[in-house]
C-alpha cells in the first residue's frame, strides 16, 4: 500500500501533471474510505520490484468483501516523470480507450498521482479483481483444450483488429494480459488487463513494427500449425483489412514478418 496515500488532496479534479491528484469510480467511494484508513486485507502479494508493487487485497463492505488490484509505482528517478504523466494514469487511459472500443476489460476503481515540485512521487491504480479466471497462458500448459484456446485467440485477434483500425496499439499484448473464463452458462468470456502500454498508432515503417509486434505477441507461446495461424490473420483482417502480413516460425517461436506484400 501506498504509505502516503492520506496525503492526497481529495478536491482536485482531473488528471495534472502539475500536482497530486486523484480519481475513484463513484461506486467505490466506501471501499475508497477504507483504504485511506488502511482497512483492508492483503491476500497475496502479486508483484513486486523496486519500482512496482502489485497486491490483492480484500475490502470489507456492506455486502462482503471486496476484492482488488491495487498497483502502486514508487518513482526514484529524479525527473523521469517531470511534467509526463505517470504510468498509472497512462494505464488508466489505456482502459478508457480500449473500453470505449466495446471491449471488455477490468473495472477501473480509482487511480492518483502525487507529486512534489511537478515531480512525481509515486502513483496508483485500482481494478477489480477478476474472479475465477486464468490468463491465456493456461493453455502452454494444457494442450487437450486447444480447441478453447483456437476460439479464444480469434476473439482477440479480432479485437485487436478492431484496436489498430481506431489508430491504437496495445504495445503489451502478451497471453498474461488476457484472461478469460466461463460464465453460468458455460460460454467462454475474455477481458484485458494491463493496458499502461496502449498508445496512438505512430505513421510510416515504425508503426506498422508495432501493429505487427502485438499479433505476434498474441500468439508467441502457442505452437499453432499454419492453417490455424492463416484463420487467425483471416479474422483480424475482417476487423482491419491491412496488406497481408505472415507468420514465420523461428526458433521455437512465431513472429510477425515486417516485410508487408502489398497485393
Known amino acids: 500500500m501506498c504509505a502516503k496515500m492520506k496525503a492526497f488532496d481529495f478536491t482536485i479534479p482531473g488528471i495534472s501533471v502539475f500536482r497530486s491528484w486523484q480519481w475513484h469510480h463513484p461506486d467505490f467511494l ?8 488502511e482497512n483492508y486485507q492483503k491476500d ?20 462482503g468483501d471486496c476484492r482488488v488490484a491495487f498497483k502502486c509505482y514508487r518513482e526514484k528517478r529524479l525527473l523521469r516523470y517531470f511534467l509526463r504523466p505517470s504510468l498509472a494514469a497512462r494505464e488508466a487511459a489505456g482502459f478508457k480507450i480500449v ?18 515540485f511537478f515531480n512525481l512521487v509515486e502513483a496508483y491504480i485500482v481494478t477489480r479483481f477478476e ?7 493456461y493453455f502452454a500448459d494444457h494442450p487437450e483444450e486447444w480447441d478453447m484456446l483456437l476460439a479464444l485467440l480469434k476473439e482477440n485477434i479480432a479485437r485487436l483488429g478492431r484496436l489498430h483500425a481506431a489508430g491504437y496499439t496495445h504495445g503489451g499484448a502478451h497471453p498474461r494480459n488476457f484472461l478469460w473464463r466461463k460464465n453460468a452458462s458455460g460460454q467462454l468470456e475474455s477481458l484485458w488487463i494491463d493496458l499502461a502500454t496502449v498508445r496512438q498508432m505512430i505513421s510510416g515503417k515504425k508503426g506498422w513494427k508495432y501493429l ?3 499479433l505476434a505477441d498474441l500468439v508467441e507461446n ?38 508487408i506484400h502489398v497485393g
Not at 466506501?30 to 484508513?37: A, E, G, L, P
Not at 473500453?99 to 512534489?116: D, M, N, Y
Not at 474472479?131 to 497462458?137: F, G, H, K
Not at 495461424?229 to 514465420?248: F, G
Open 30 to 37: 466506501i471501499q475508497w474510505q477504507c483504504f485511506c484508513n
Open 44 to 63: 497475496k502479494q502479486i508483484w513486486c520490484t523496486r519500482l512496482k508493487d502489485v497486491k490483492l487485497l480484500s475490502v470489507p463492505t456492506a455486502r
Open 99 to 116: 473500453e470505449s472500443l466495446h471491449i471488455p476489460v477490468a473495472q477501473v476503481l480509482a487511480v492518483g498521482e502525487k507529486r512534489r
Open 131 to 137: 474472479e475465477n479466471t486464468e490468463s491465456l497462458l
Open 212 to 214: 505487427l509486434t502485438d
Open 222 to 259: 502457442f505452437r499453432l500449425s499454419q492453417n490455424e495461424l492463416d484463420d487467425l490473420i483471416a479474422e483480424y483482417r475482417k476487423y482491419n483489412d491491412i496488406p497481408v502480413a505472415y507468420l514465420e516460425r523461428t526458433d521455437h517461436e512465431y513472429k510477425f514478418s515486417t516485410v
